[in-house]
């Protein structure tokens, strides 16, 4: 049974670090890799996928990378800002499923 | 840009009550999904569907859920005797070509 694991659970840095978020999976049988954004009581904001013939994905100041060999993917944001304050979630799985990770808190205080 | 839409935002009921969550996918999608999220835990994969049929689904699809597809754009969740612990965010998402896109949700709010 997949299980995805996010580490850290949350996160409080001050504006402009660079951060890194990982997740892990325990079934390396992943076909997508997908990072959301969650804001407190809102919906999910699609900001990366990779694709299983995929290695790493970039947007902006996003850049998420994914190792299958390990079950491991990471999640890097560059400049950090006040308003990427929000929880993180990865999620993996194929065509017809996704399992989703427990998320990172992430907080970026000016 | 498209996007997937869900009614109601909020939604309000008695538990025994039967609830219908709606969603209008992307117009070109052909996978379909139906998530939950109860507050303070992670998102769980409810229901994939395509080709008219459900393609997987989890232990928590029990026999109280179906799904349908009415016509050519509206994507239900029925939930039949509803219970306290169904109160949870609901979810749709579509997808063409692997990326998943999530609507803003539907709470559902069980008494």
């Known amino acids: 049974k997949q299980e995805v694991t996010q580490i850290p659970a949350a996160l409080s840095v001050p504006e402009g670090e660079n951060l890194v978020l990982n997740c892990s999976f325990t079934?390396?049988?992943?076909?997508?890799l997908q990072w959301f954004r969650q804001d407190p009581g809102k919906g999910l904001t699609s900001l990366l996928l990779i694709q299983s013939s995929q290695r790493e994905q970039t947007s902006g100041r996003l850049n998420a990378s994914l190792d299958k060999s390990s079950g491991r993917s990471t999640l890097y944001i560059a400049a950090s800002q006040p308003g990427d304050s929000a929880t993180y979630l990865c999620a993996g799985g194929g065509t017809y499923k996704y399992i989703f990770g427990t998320g990172t808190r992430l907080k970026v205080l000016a | 840009e498209p996007e997937v839409t869900q009614t109601p935002s909020h939604q309000v009921t008695q538990m025994g009550q039967e609830v219908i969550l709606r969603c209008v996918p992307i117009s070109n999608h052909l996978y379909f999904y139906w998530y939950r999220q109860i507050l303070g835990q992670k998102v769980e994969f409810l229901v994939s569907?395509?080709?008219?049929?459900?393609?997987?689904k989890s232990e928590i699809f029990d026999d109280q859920f179906s799904v349908e597809r009415p016509d050519g754009s509206n994507f239900t969740l029925k939930i039949r005797s509803t219970k306290l612990e169904d109160s949870a965010m609901y979810f749709c998402?579509?997808?063409?070509?692997?990326?998943?896109?999530f609507g803003p949700g539907t709470r559902l709010t069980v008494l």
């Open positions: 998402a579509s997808s063409g070509s692997g990326i998943q896109y």
């Open positions: 079934d390396s049988a992943i076909y997508n």
């Open positions: 569907f395509y080709n008219n049929e459900i393609s997987e």
